[in-house]
């Protein structure tokens, strides 16, 4: 296996917790109501242009609030009820903190909005070991778009081929493959632990 020098994490579903039905569940704890919610704001397609910064964050309450028949109250707190439940995965974090720990160059590549990104840097220290942060909504670009990976290495420097990239969604994996990064598939914090061994070997963590 080749070996690489730098390391690029996601953010939810890597670093952070992300289970929509398990907050939904929080303010809507019926099921048909809980899935119309889900359905109609976290997995529309509307979501993502969120994610990417197309639509701000006063959009998102009017258009996904009307779309699932809630008031903008509800919605409002239906979003902070989500960036809450983004809770730290204890075991990445501590892969993280070691990686930093051993001078492993960090960077960070995660579709959030900016309002998320804005609320989760003030709440977590583990962002100061980043040396550069790629947010999608901050750049109208999004994973798995090519584009994004291709911002990432143009305003870094660093060399494809010397990076890893951990995200927990195979389609963003294969795309950054495609754009001559390696990258694994985030199943757990000791399985990703062992496969960056793999790829750092000279470095102690």
């Known amino acids: 296996m080749?070996?690489?020098?730098?390391?690029?994490?996601?953010?939810?579903?890597?670093?952070?917790?992300?289970?929509?039905p398990a907050f939904i569940a929080?303010?809507?704890?019926?099921?048909?109501?809980?899935?119309?919610?889900?359905?109609?704001?976290?997995?529309?397609?509307?979501?993502?242009?969120?994610?990417?910064g197309a639509i701000d964050l006063d959009q998102?309450?009017?258009?996904?609030?009307?779309?699932?028949?809630?008031?903008?109250g509800q919605m409002r707190e239906l979003l902070r009820t989500a960036n809450d439940s983004l809770r730290p995965i204890a075991g990445t974090v501590k892969l993280l903190d070691d990686l930093a720990a051993a001078g492993v160059p960090l960077y960070l590549l995660s579709n959030m909005p900016v309002s998320t990104y804005e609320y989760l840097v003030k709440k977590h220290v583990f962002f100061k070991h980043f040396r550069h942060l790629v947010i999608s909504g901050a750049i109208l670009m999004i994973k798995p778009q090519p584009a994004i990976y291709k911002h990432l290495v143009e305003t870094?420097?660093?060399?494809?081929?010397?990076?890893?990239?951990?995200?927990?969604?195979l389609k963003n994996v294969i795309a950054a493959r495609e754009c001559g990064l390696?990258?694994?598939?985030?199943?757990?914090?000791?399985?990703?632990?062992?496969?960056?061994?793999?790829?750092?070997?000279?470095?102690?963590?």
């Open 2 to 20: 080749p070996s690489v020098r730098n390391v690029i994490f996601d953010v939810g579903g890597v670093l952070l917790e992300w289970d929509p």
């Open 26 to 52: 929080q303010l809507h704890p019926d099921a048909a109501t809980a899935a119309l919610i889900r359905q109609q704001i976290f997995e529309h397609p509307d979501w993502h242009e969120f994610d990417r």
């Open 60 to 72: 998102a309450v009017d258009v996904f609030g009307k779309r699932a028949g809630l008031t903008p």
């Open 156 to 169: 870094t420097g660093i060399v494809p081929a010397e990076s890893v990239f951990i995200d927990d969604l």
């Open 182 to 205: 390696h990258a694994i598939q985030f199943r757990g914090p000791d399985d990703c632990r062992a496969e960056l061994r793999d790829y750092l070997p000279h470095a102690k963590f």
